[in-house]
T-cell receptor, first 108, second 114 residues
């Protein structure tokens, strides 16, 4: 079993739909990261959280430390949200352990 | 403020050769982490440097090494290249790391070993 597991692996949505990507981890963490990777490889950090909830525009990230679970929500999805979304558990010394990623495709 | 830069962006090497990749962090950032991304294994942590010291290391053979200079720039070296080393190598910088600061990723170096 991987230390960080994401679901679903692939997700196709229609523009405007509400999207949820889930992440479960089995290790102790200092923080949980949500990353976005576009074709070509560039990675952008979306959120870093250690408790509660964070919101940035149409993106919301939540974490439940007791259940070792985090979710990334996208409200009013748009085709430009199409990308791979990766959760990563940060353990000691900035070491990130990554989930396999969720390929999101939003159709117009 | 300039972002994280990596050089070169693309590299083709032959099995058995060695390669050195460079990463310049955002000004003021003292932590630099390196990651390998392959289609089969996904993203994997290589090592992290903070104030010129390797603070953490992933599960990679000794052929993979790195260092950090006093200006926080970092290099990673892979010796005796194997076909399986073909990957996207990403570095990320943060102010001090360890669950405190976001990591900012560079564009990556795409290494092809033939």
């Amino acid at each position: 079993k991987n230390e960080v597991e994401q679901s679903p692996q692939n997700l196709t949505a229609q523009e405007g739909e509400f999207i949820t990507i889930n992440c479960s981890y089995s290790v102790g963490i200092s923080a949980l990261h949500w990353l976005q990777q576009h074709p070509g490889g560039g990675i952008v950090s979306l959120f870093m959280l250690s408790s509660g909830k964070k919101k940035h525009g149409r993106l919301i990230a939540t974490i439940n430390i007791q259940e070792k679970h985090s979710s990334l929500h996208i409200t009013a999805s748009h085709p430009r949200d199409s990308a791979v979304y990766i959760c990563a558990a940060e353990t000691s010394g900035s070491r990130l352990t990554f989930g396999e990623g969720t390929q999101l495709t939003v159709n117009p | 403020k300039a972002g994280v830069t990596q050089t070169p962006r693309y590299l083709i090497k032959t099995r058995g050769q060695q390669v050195t990749l460079s990463c310049s962090p955002i000004s003021g950032h003292r932590s630099v982490s390196w990651y390998q991304q392959t289609p089969g294994q996904g993203l994997q942590f290589l090592f992290e440097y903070f104030s010129e010291t390797q603070r953490n290391k992933g599960n990679f053979p000794g052929r993979f090494s790195g260092r950090q200079f006093s200006n926080s720039r970092s290099e990673m070296n892979v010796s005796t290249l194997e076909l399986g080393d073909s990957a996207l190598y990403l570095c990320a910088s943060s102010l001090v790391g360890t669950g405190v600061n976001e990591q900012y990723f560079g564009p990556g170096t795409r290494l092809t070993v033939t």
